[in-house]
């Protein structure tokens, strides 16, 4: 089963301890055991833990990409908040 996390709840997960995860559209992803596996290197990932790197994904993958990953890496997916 999939869970649901708050931005604020992916906003922490920025290091090897809590977890390094990052949001792709909807979905997060934790890339712990993949930062060092990145085909760009493990930089590019680690600015964007615990963000949206949606905008960032798509300039450089295409759906392939994220298809070939999501079984092994997608942990969940962002919980609507409500505006105020």
Same mark, same amino acid.
């Given at each position: 089963?999939?869970?649901?996390?708050? @931005?604020?709840?992916?906003?922490?997960? =920025?290091?090897?301890e809590k977890g390094m995860?990052?949001? +792709?559209? #909807?979905?997060?992803?934790?890339?712990?055991?993949?930062?060092?596996?990145?085909?760009?290197?493990?930089?590019? @990932? &680690?600015? +964007?833990?615990? =963000?949206?790197?949606? =905008?960032?994904?798509?300039?450089?993958? #295409?759906?392939? +990409? @994220?298809?070939?990953?999501?079984?092994? @890496?997608?942990?969940?997916?962002? &919980?609507?908040?409500? =505006?105020?």
């Amino acid at each position: 089963m999939s869970k649901e996390f708050k @931005l604020s709840e992916v906003a922490t997960h =920025k290091d090897a301890e809590k977890g390094m995860y990052i949001i +792709v559209d #909807n979905g997060v992803y934790d890339v712990t055991g993949f930062i060092d596996e990145h085909p760009g290197g493990s930089k590019i @990932l &680690k600015r +964007v833990l615990g =963000k949206d790197a949606s =905008k960032q994904f798509w300039k450089f993958h #295409n759906e392939d +990409v @994220l298809k070939k990953y999501t079984e092994r @890496l997608k942990v969940g997916t962002i &919980k609507e908040e409500a =505006k105020l």
